[in-house]
């Protein structure tokens, strides 16, 4: 049972943090703004694909998640 706990609680940690970065995603001025994402815009429709942003917070949270299984 506390390997059930654990789980919740990292999840729970996780949803927090998704939160927080939706919440201040739009003050941070470089998010969504990197060399590499990819914006195509034709008539009214804008496909936006923001690749740089995803490499650099999965390298963000690979690195974070390495610390903490330590």
Do not use: A, H, N
Not at 2 to 26: A, D, H, K, T
Not at 34 to 52: E, H, K
């Amino acid at each position: 049972m506390s390997e059930m706990g654990r789980f919740l609680v990292i999840m729970g940690l996780i949803l927090v943090g998704l939160g927080v970065l939706l919440w201040l995603g739009p003050k941070i001025p470089w998010l969504g703004k990197l060399p590499g994402d990819i914006s195509w815009q034709r008539g009214r429709f804008t496909f936006y694909f923001p690749l740089g942003t995803c490499i650099v917070l999965s390298v963000v949270l690979t690195l974070l998640f390495t610390l903490f299984r330590r």
